[in-house]
T-cell receptor, first 112, second 117 residues
Framework: AQSVAQPEDQVNVAEGNPLTVKCTYS??????LFWYVQYPNRGLQFLLK??????LVKGSYGFEAEFNKSQTSFHLKKPSALVSDSALYFC??????????FGTGTLLAVQP | GAVVSQHPSRVICKSGTSVKIECRSL??????MFWYRQFPKQSLMLMAT?????????EQGVEKDKFLINHASLTLSTLTVTSAHPEDSSFYIC?????????????FGEGSRLTVL
């Protein structure tokens, strides 16, 4: 069975500092990994994905994520956080079933 | 990116009534759409996979007679919550993947908040 773990319910960071939102996964076969962001009472917006190729994936709004096969991780990162980055972030994995399974989400709070 | 439209965005209904939520892909065709349910401060739970022209595939524990899904065209899927009760109150989100793109990202609707009184 495929699963995703986001170990942190909330991440707090000061504006201008780098941020990391953690994600680990479990899936049989090659994983397709995604990050989405959700603002209050809204649907999800796609940030980036890893399918194959370069382990460092660059996405929208200056975000990037690094695929680490040995650690089965796909942490989301940004060099300099903005207050407007404050939102709920979901990691997701798609395995052989073609279904997208989401982690529990991490609330990112960026303080000015 | 592709646009998925959901309607209504908010609905309040009385217990025992049925509510229909529409999900449309506006600028692409989607043979497959997915319906998720999200409880407050929780993750998205996949309810069912909606396949154009065939029956939906429901996840374990989801009542297919309670949550009726119809995917009549390549751009429209509907979720009907039948005989709604307060415990059905939730945020329902649909998503779609462009046809034939199994490795592509899902595009999400804005969600529909259902409140059952």
């Amino acid at each position: 069975a495929q699963s995703v773990a986001q170990p942190e319910d909330q991440v707090n960071v000061a504006e201008g500092n780098p941020l990391t939102v953690k994600c680990t996964y479990s899936v049989s076969g090659n994983p397709y990994l995604f990050w989405y962001v959700q603002y209050p009472n809204r649907g999800l917006q796609f940030l980036l994905k890893y399918i194959t190729g370069d382990n460092l994936v660059k996405g929208s709004y200056g975000f990037e994520a690094e695929f680490n096969k040995s650690q089965t991780s796909f942490h989301l990162k940004k060099p300099s956080a903005l207050v407007s980055d404050s939102a709920l972030y979901f990691c997701a994995v798609q395995g052989a079933t073609n279904k997208l399974i989401f982690g529990t989400g991490t609330l990112l709070a960026v303080q000015p | 990116g592709a646009v998925v439209s959901q309607h209504p965005s908010r609905v309040i209904c009385k217990s025992g009534t049925s509510v229909k939520i529409e999900c449309r892909s506006l600028d692409f065709q989607a043979t497959t759409m997915f319906w998720y349910r999200q409880f407050p401060k929780q993750s998205l739970m996949l309810m069912a996979t909606s396949n154009e022209g065939s029956k939906a595939t429901y996840e374990q524990g989801v009542e297919k007679d309670k949550f009726l899904i119809n995917h009549a065209s390549l751009t429209l899927s509907t979720l009907t919550v039948t005989s709604a009760h307060p415990e059905d109150s939730s945020f329902y989100i649909c998503s779609a993947r462009t046809t034939g793109a199994n490795t592509g990202e899902l595009f999400f609707g804005e969600g529909s908040r259902l409140t059952v009184l």
